[in-house]
T-cell receptor
Framework: DQQVKQNSPSLSVQEGRISILNCDYT??????FLWYKKYPAEGPTFLIS?????DKNEDGRFTVFLNKSAKHLSLHIVPSQPGDSAVYFC?????????????FGTGTRLTIIP | SQTIHQWPATLVQPVGSPLSLECTVE??????LYWYRQAAGRGLQLLFY??????ISSEVPQNLSASRPQDRQFILSSKKLLLSDSGFYLC???????????????FGQGTRLTVV
């Protein structure tokens, strides 16, 4: 049972345009959502997060939007740069100290076309 | 500062052979530790997590086992590897923030395991 889903395995975007990566979840107990970026043969690194009490969080070129009623979140990258080419994972946790597992989605491979 | 070490970086093993992957964390005490596997088309799958020495929770039934003999050491093992065990294995530790992140996980560099 995949509790966090990323339905687009890949996405190609022209450099300078906006990249939009989507994520859906089924567990209504999730309170925190994170995006991780992963380059080949490396571990994922944290990118940006949002808690369920917010609907938007912005950090430079990266913005995460959360629609809790739809159980959907998205990551916007604008403007997209070649260095953004990587696999992006959406992750979620229930946010309770002592129940701290992160559940990851299947990932979306983003390719920025110069 | 905290660091996480995972080795080896790559491993090629024959079917039926044993496996031992090791992970150690420095700069923190009593961390929550995790083993994830990235397999083609399946994202990051949580295999095991541990909240303390000797405490292991298994998330999926599989051919693998995990042990935590010391506070900052986490080992992934198998007695007999299967072809389907091939994948990219990642060790991680986590910290819980009371701010907007909740749980944040920090990953090792990963081990590429190929079972032949």
């Amino acid at each position: 049972d995949q509790q966090v889903k990323q339905n687009s395995p890949s996405l190609s975007v022209q450099e300078g345009r906006i990249s939009i990566l989507n994520c859906d979840y089924t567990n209504s107990m999730f309170d925190y959502f994170l995006w991780y970026k992963k380059y080949p043969a490396e571990g994922p690194t944290f990118l940006i997060s949002i808690s369920s009490i917010k609907d938007k969080n912005e950090d430079g070129r990266f913005t995460v939007f959360l629609n809790k009623s739809a159980k959907h979140l998205s990551l916007h990258i604008v403007p997209s740069q070649p260095g953004d080419s990587a696999v992006y994972f959406c992750a979620a946790s229930e946010g309770n100290f002592g129940n701290e597992k992160l559940t990851f989605g299947t990932g979306t491979r983003l390719t920025i076309i110069p | 500062s905290q660091t996480i070490h995972q080795w080896p970086a790559t491993l090629v093993q024959p079917v039926g052979s044993p496996l031992s992957l090791e992970c150690t964390v420095e700069g923190t005490s009593n961390p929550n530790l995790y083993w994830y596997r990235q397999a083609a088309g399946r994202g990051l799958q949580l295999l095991f997590y541990s909240v303390g020495i000797g405490q292991i929770s298994s998330e999926v039934p599989q051919n693998l086992s995990a042990s935590r003999p010391q506070d900052r050491q986490f080992i992934l093992s198998s007695k007999k590897l299967l072809l389907s065990d091939s994948g990219f294995y990642l060790c991680a530790w986590s910290v819980y923030w009371t701010g907007p992140k909740g749980t944040e996980a920090f990953f090792g560099q990963g081990t590429r395991l190929t079972v032949v």
